[in-house]
């Protein structure tokens, strides 16, 4: 007699249900960068400072490991036209969590500029702020790729090689440039600028006066005020 054993659907006990493929669950969704490009300036930062790890450790210079990096303007000359930074690394001591802060200004959109721009702000990272341009800083920028004045440094033919390729696989830098000259105006002078709405009488107050005693009146009656810019 035949065991019932023997029959092919019987042979192979399993507790696991089979389910059509078109029925069974998708985990992929659950892995944020699965096959998309980043949707933010900070995600593709971000996945760009992971691939440059492998350049900086070939080189003997390997990153920290809490490394951020964000698309804003620098404390300083963000927007000057002799000396704009157009890009600005915080030391891990200056962050509460502990991280070396990175800032890439946003009037940069290119990727490869921007790429170039990271590579240099890691190189701080290595070395420490305090080390400015100076002594190791030199020794690692050359080492990654980097050429020309250790201040304003720009990528050479290796290093934009390396970024291209690495662009290709991250995707497009999400952002859009931002004009320089659309910024709103400071006025540097401590002689504030106050003007008659009436017919365009402009004198000049310092900020004391204006806060205790307020705009004066006009001599053609108009009122006087600081113009909005």
Known sequence: MRSLLSTPFLSKPTNRLALPRDTRPNYRYLLPNYRRNPRTREEWLQRL??????????AGFPLPLRVRATCGFPSKGATSRKSRRIGECWADSASAARYHEILISPLE???????????????HTVVGVKCGHRGKFGRVARAVGLEGKLTATVAGESLKARLHALLQSIGPYPHARLVAS?????QTTRMLKVECEECGCVVRMTRKWLEE????TCGCGGEMAEPVE
């Open 182 to 186: 659309n910024a709103p105006k400071t």
């Open 213 to 216: 005693a307020g705009c004066p």
């Open 49 to 58: 400072t992971t691939s440059l790890r492998g350049m900086f450790s070939a």
């Open 109 to 123: 959109a290119n990727p490869l500029e921007v790429g170039a721009i990271l590579v240099h702000e890691l190189c």
